[in-house]
Structures are given as C-alpha cells and as structure tokens.
C-alpha cells in the first residue's frame, strides 16, 4: 500500500487554522482524521489539495469564506422580543429554530432594551481561513468505514 492520499485512503493530519491575520481560530489541538474520496469529511478544497499527497507533505492553503463556512449572510440576523427567550438567556447561547427550511442553529450576538438580537450565520461566516497542514498517516479505510462513509476508532470516535 502506497502512503499517497488516494480515495478511500483514512488521512490524519495535524493542523493549525488561522484567518488571514494569523489569529488562531483552531490550534489543533487533537489530528484531524477523515476518510478521503469526496465523503465530506473536510473542506474540498483542502481535500482536492491534499489529493496525491503522502505522510510528512505539509501545505498551506488559504480558503475564500465561500469554500468555508460560508458568506455573511444579512437575511439571518433578526431581533426579537426580549420576552420569547427565557430569562437566563445570554450573549453566546445557540438555540435551534425549526423553519421550512428544517432546523436551523442561532446564536445570539446582543441583548439590549427588552430586544435579543439573534443571528443564524456560522461564527466564521465571512472569514478567509488558512490551513497549516502536515500529512501524519495514510491508511487504506476498512470496507466498514467506506460503507458507512467515515473513519472508525482511532480519532474517528463514531457510535451507531
């Protein structure tokens, strides 16, 4: 078995995520370990990048917040009735709001003069993210991960 990042191949990778002024969103504290060949285990565009790659590869890889989270989107921030939220309601608790569009996950950003504001986009909506990556592990999945699309054990912590 090659050590190159090939479809179902199981990839750890040890990361660093900063935006574009190199604030630390996500230290990696923990390897990211994802099952490769379009299980959308990670990012594309990080998953296109590391296509081919083999362990002890390191690459930087900026994404548009298009290719991330998302854009910011205006449409999903909304103020309400301080009176619809329970008392103990504060700035920073998420809430789920079933719609049409099924459930949707708000957080609320401001409480102000009987007003919540609350607002549906990502917490990193809008933000560019930059990845520091370095390939620790290539394996090739079990037929039990590629069917259920997903790494198990080791860092793949996953309960049916």
Same mark, same amino acid.
């Given at each position: ?6 479809? %179902?191949?199981?990839?750890?990778? %040890? ?11 996500? @230290? @990696? ?8 060949? $379009? ?13 081919? *790659? *083999? ?32 008392? %103990? ?65 080791? $860092? ?5």
């Amino acid at each position: 078995m090659s050590n190159k990042i090939v479809k %179902n191949s199981v990839v750890t990778l %040890n990361y660093k995520v900063t935006d574009p002024d190199e604030s630390v969103i996500d @230290g @990696g504290d923990e390897p990211m370990v994802y099952l490769h060949g $379009g299980y959308d285990g990670i990012f594309t565009k990080l998953e296109e990048a590391l296509h081919g *790659k *083999k362990t002890g590869d390191t690459l930087k890889i900026k994404l548009q917040p298009q290719d991330a989270f998302g854009d910011y989107d205006e449409k999903l921030v909304a103020v309400e009735e301080a009176s619809l939220f329970p008392d %103990n309601a504060e700035v920073g608790m998420t809430f789920e709001r079933v719609s049409d569009a099924g459930e949707e996950l708000y957080r609320i950003t401001d409480i102000a003069d009987g007003k919540v504001v609350v607002d549906g986009n990502h917490p990193l909506a809008g933000v560019a993210l930059v990845f520091d990556l370095t390939v620790a592990e290539v394996r090739a999945a079990t037929a039990e991960e590629i069917s259920h699309g997903h790494v198990h054990g080791g $860092g793949g912590h996953h309960h049916h």
